[in-house]
């Protein structure tokens, strides 16, 4: 991999800043639809601009192949899951927390990496880093000014939503050997699938009359952070690897809890930014496990 240049870091920021937008978005969008309309809608305009990159570059979209019970089953686990948790939780709760609460996904991923790989195991930095980050979380859910008895197992679904991303990516190992721009297209349309049915029995959103602003943050949700920021990602990764790309989990709780404050106004307490430094803290000590020297 090249050495990263102003561009790349650029570029590193950009995705953060498209996926941190995304949580103040989806709590627009709670305004007029609900959670499984808003995890289709995600998903059908996800899938647009991969897919036509995938047709653009021609390359074959595996969906239907003899693997399609992996696709299906970690389009279910990676996009269907957490997308419906995070937007029933969001509903709820401030998108700033939930910014928060999703930041977890690495810390998460190093737990479970320990028990299903075979050469990413605990040592004392990593343990030092889960402590530190799950704690900050612990501490997030004692602050009875934003988490209390009304919304309580809201936040605890998106925590869990949290938990399917790092779920799919195991799962996603399996199928590692494929382009990345096949495996996104193909679990985009089980995704898809998936939700036909559930949003036609469910809540028949067609009948509804959404506010505009709801409907252009359920599109954007769709476009930018699904289908673009993945697009991103991949340039992000051929060109400077996942180490580098992994950073952006540092400024992504940064600024979901920033764009709440500028579009939302939500409420910012102390124990807040207490909790998002622990959790930075944590993704850091984390990341840097591997290395001999931390300062």
Same mark, same amino acid.
């Given at each position: 991999m090249r050495q990263p240049k102003l561009i790349d870091y650029t570029l590193l920021t950009l995705l953060a800043l498209i996926w941190a937008s995304a949580f103040f978005n989806i709590k627009i969008a709670t305004y007029s639809f609900g959670p499984v309309t808003i995890a289709f809608l995600r998903?059908? #305009?996800?899938? !647009?601009?991969?897919?036509?990159?995938? *047709?653009?570059?021609?390359?074959k979209i595996e969906a239907f192949s003899k693997d399609w019970y992996w696709f299906a089953m970690i389009g279910l686990i990676n996009l269907v899951a957490p997308f419906y948790l995070i937007a029933y939780g969001v509903k709820l709760v401030q998108s700033n927390l939930a910014a928060i609460l999703m930041a977890t996904t690495p810390l998460s991923a190093t737990v479970l990496s320990h028990f299903f790989t075979q050469n990413e195991k605990f040592n004392l +930095?990593?343990?030092?880093?889960?402590? +530190?980050?799950?704690? @900050?979380?612990?501490?997030?859910?004692?602050?009875?000014?934003? =988490?209390?008895?009304?919304?309580?197992i809201s936040a605890l679904l998106i925590l869990l939503g949290s938990t399917c991303y790092v779920i799919g990516g195991v799962l996603t190992l399996k199928i590692s050997k494929k382009k990345n721009e096949n495996v996104t297209g193909s679990i985009l349309i089980w995704a898809i699938i998936i939700l036909i049915p559930l949003v036609f029995y469910t809540e028949k959103p067609w009948q509804a009359i959404p506010r505009t602003d709801s409907l252009i943050s359920a599109i954007y949700l769709g476009i930018v952070p699904t289908g673009v920021a993945w697009l991103l990602r991949f340039k992000i990764l051929k060109?400077?690897?996942? +180490?580098?790309?992994?950073?952006?989990?540092?400024? !992504?709780?940064?600024? @979901?809890?920033?764009?709440? *404050? =500028? #579009?939302l106004k939500e409420l910012i307490t102390i124990k807040v930014l207490i909790s998002l430094m622990a959790v930075i803290i944590g993704i850091y000590f984390v990341s840097k496990a591997d290395n001999k020297k931390l300062f």
């Open positions: 998903v059908f #305009f996800g899938a !647009i601009p991969v897919l036509l990159l995938c *047709y653009f570059k021609k390359i +930095i990593k343990t030092l880093g889960i402590l +530190i980050g799950f704690s @900050g979380i612990l501490f997030l859910f004692s602050d009875n000014l934003l =988490i209390h008895e009304n919304n309580f060109n400077n690897g996942l +180490i580098f790309q992994s950073q952006v989990a540092y400024l !992504i709780p940064i600024f @979901g809890v920033i764009l709440g *404050y =500028i #579009f």
